[in-house]
């Protein structure tokens, strides 16, 4: 059975801060990792990594993935009160249909 | 503008009591699917849909059911709701399945099944 978790679960930091997001993943035909961001609403996407060691960056967020050891982390720098989301992370595969399994989520909160 | 739909955004029912729940997409989009969240479990796949009259299960399909008439339309039924169907769905829709990771998610059905 496919599987993605995530750590830690939840999060405080304060502003300013630099967090680090992990997600381990164990998947068949595995293709790419996806981080998304969710605020009160629909997750919006963030990154896609389908190769290893090759960062993404985005502002303040950088992410990358290890195929070898089947994990990505997702960093945020200089973490300002915005950041406060779930971040949820999800393995895309080549499976027929059913081709993306998501992590339970970490829940940051930054506060001022 | 692009966008998928989803009605209604809140609902409170009764166990047993029928519903479905509507999705709409205006993007020509093949491929559609509905998630449910719970908390800690992220979301989690209950049906898809790659196109016209196919459709086929996800991860927990128990208790849903879905139809595809018409490419834009993704209908969530909930023949007999109970309370363990109290969650938050989402609808999503992508191009195709090959592009799943692109999917456009609609904002969200929040049910309460007392």
């Known amino acids: 059975e496919d599987k993605v978790v995530q750590s830690p679960l939840s999060l405080v930091v304060h502003e300013g801060d630099t967090v680090t997001l992990n997600c381990s993943y164990e998947v068949t035909n595995f293709r790419s990792l996806l981080w998304y961001k969710q605020e009160k609403k629909a997750p919006t996407f963030l990154f896609m990594l389908?190769?290893?060691?090759i960062e993404k960056k985005s502002g303040r967020l950088s992410s990358i993935l290890d195929k070898k050891e089947l994990f990505s982390i997702l960093n945020i720098t200089a973490t300002q009160t915005g950041d406060s989301a779930v971040y949820l992370c999800?393995?895309?595969?080549?499976?027929?249909?059913?081709?993306?399994?998501f992590g339970g989520g970490t829940r940051l909160m930054v506060k001022p | 503008e692009a966008q998928v739909t989803q009605n209604p955004r809140y609902l409170i029912t009764v166990t047993g009591k029928k519903l479905t729940v509507t999705c709409s997409q205006n993007m020509n989009h093949e491929y559609m699917s509905w998630y449910r969240q719970d908390p800690g479990l992220g979301l989690r796949q209950i049906y898809y849909s790659m196109n016209v009259e196919v459709t086929d299960k996800g991860d927990v399909p128990e208790g849903y059911k879905v139809s595809r008439k018409e490419k834009r339309n993704f209908p969530l039924i909930l023949e007999s709701p109970s309370p363990n169907q109290t969650s938050l769905y989402f609808c999503?829709?992508?191009?195709?399945?090959?592009?799943?990771?692109?999917?456009?998610f609609g904002p969200g059905t929040r049910l309460t099944v007392t």
């Open positions: 999800a393995a895309f595969n080549n499976n027929a249909g059913n081709m993306l399994t």
């Open positions: 389908t190769s290893s060691g």
């Open positions: 999503a829709s992508s191009l195709r399945v090959q592009a799943a990771y692109e999917q456009y």
